[in-house]
Each structure stands twice: as structure tokens, then as C-alpha cells.
């Protein structure tokens, strides 16, 4: 389980194309999109934008 799924978003099934995977919550605007495959590691810029979400929903 990705920290983003611990956190409480889900993954939108068919929301992004190719090897994206989209996540949304409820108390976040927008979603966070991730490159690459389940178990692929982030990029630097992701890390830190799935950081970011995370401490918005947390507030």
C-alpha cells in the first residue's frame, strides 16, 4: 500500500494514461499523478508533492 493510499486517497481507475496513476481525496484539490509502474520508485518532484497532499489532508 502506497503512503498516498494510507493516507486515504484512492486511485481513479482509467484516469490517467499509459504508466500514470491518478489519486484523488476528498479534501484535496485536484489529484496527484505519478510516472511509472506500482512499485516503480517516485521521482524526486512526485516525492515531494505526494509530501505535500498528504499534509494538506492531515490539517
Not at 9 to 30: I, Q
Not at 31 to 55: C, F, M
Request: charged fraction near 30%; glycine fraction near 12%.
Amino acid at each position: 500500500m502506497s503512503d498516498l493510499e494510507k493516507a486515504g486517497f484512492d486511485e481513479l481507475k482509467g484516469g490517467a494514461r499509459g504508466s500514470h496513476r491518478k489519486y484523488v481525496h476528498a479534501s484535496y484539490p485536484g489529484a496527484v499523478t505519478l510516472s511509472g509502474n506500482p512499485g516503480d520508485d517516485a521521482k524526486p518532484y512526485q516525492e515531494k508533492q505526494i509530501k505535500q497532499a498528504i499534509e494538506i489532508v492531515n490539517e
